[in-house]
């Protein structure tokens, strides 16, 4: 993928879309990084899939996250949804502008993704350089692996998987509450979303990685 689109011209795209909804939530940008915080609030409705007992899915993205993401990335085509959890084909799509396709991978088959896959084999059943964006939200602590039944991933080892699938000057976008150790001979990381919820929830940051 040649990239004309710098950290800058995205966060200019995010800042036109939704900066005059949620004047709070611009991103601040400068030469070398961009950052926003979003106050998201709690939102009862939630998109989620819902397990028997009618709660929502352990984990699941913030509402709206999807949607004011991707349009930071209009020149996207191929976009991996990697640990997938409750997402559904229907809700991927709904956010995604007409050229772009999404494939969901998690490692639990209930999840019922596209592909039932361990992320740090993800390059075993995708083809290397095919993907322009990928969404990571991996368990981000042994107990939260433990809600999915799994021991918690080695991050390291999904983050160069991630640099294997996507194509040169890709974006990966990481949700979690510690950055994960990269390489930056391999990454360029670009910007920061944190994202508030409400009293009582965890803070999730999203991390922004150009693949160099
Ligand atoms: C934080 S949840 C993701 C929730 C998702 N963002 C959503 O909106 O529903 C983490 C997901 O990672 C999956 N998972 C845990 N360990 C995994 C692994 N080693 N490989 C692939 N998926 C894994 C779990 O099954 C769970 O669905």
């Not at 979003?38 to 999807?66: H, M, Q, T």
């Not at 592909?115 to 981000?140: Q, R």
């Not at 949700?175 to 990269?182: E, G, N, T």
């Amino acid at each position: 993928m040649i990239n004309y689109w710098t950290p800058q011209h995205r966060a200019m795209l995010y800042n036109d879309y939704f900066g005059s909804k949620w004047p709070d939530s611009r991103f601040m940008i400068s030469d070398r990084w961009i950052s926003a915080t979003w106050f998201i609030g709690n939102n009862y409705k939630s998109e989620s899939k819902r397990n028997v007992n009618d709660e929502p899915f352990f984990g699941a993205y913030p509402r709206g996250y999807l949607k004011r993401v991707s349009c930071m990335f209009p020149d996207a085509v191929n976009i991996l949804h990697l640990f997938s959890g409750s997402l559904t084909e229907e809700q991927v799509h709904k956010d995604l502008l007409k050229h772009q396709l999404a494939f969901r991978v998690d490692g639990d088959h209930i999840n019922m993704p596209d592909a039932v896959c361990e992320a740090e084999k993800v390059s075993n059943i995708i083809i290397p350089g095919s993907y322009d964006l990928i969404f990571a939200d991996p368990p981000y602590s042994v107990e939260d692996a433990e809600h999915y039944g799994k021991c918690l991933v080695n991050k390291q080892k999904v983050l160069q998987e991630c640099h294997k699938i996507l194509k040169p000057g890709g974006s990966l976008l990481w949700m979690d509450q510690s950055p994960p150790i990269y390489a930056k001979k391999d990454w360029n990381f670009y910007g920061t979303i944190s994202i508030y919820r409400s009293t009582n929830n965890r803070i999730r940051g999203v991390l922004m990685y150009e693949k160099v």
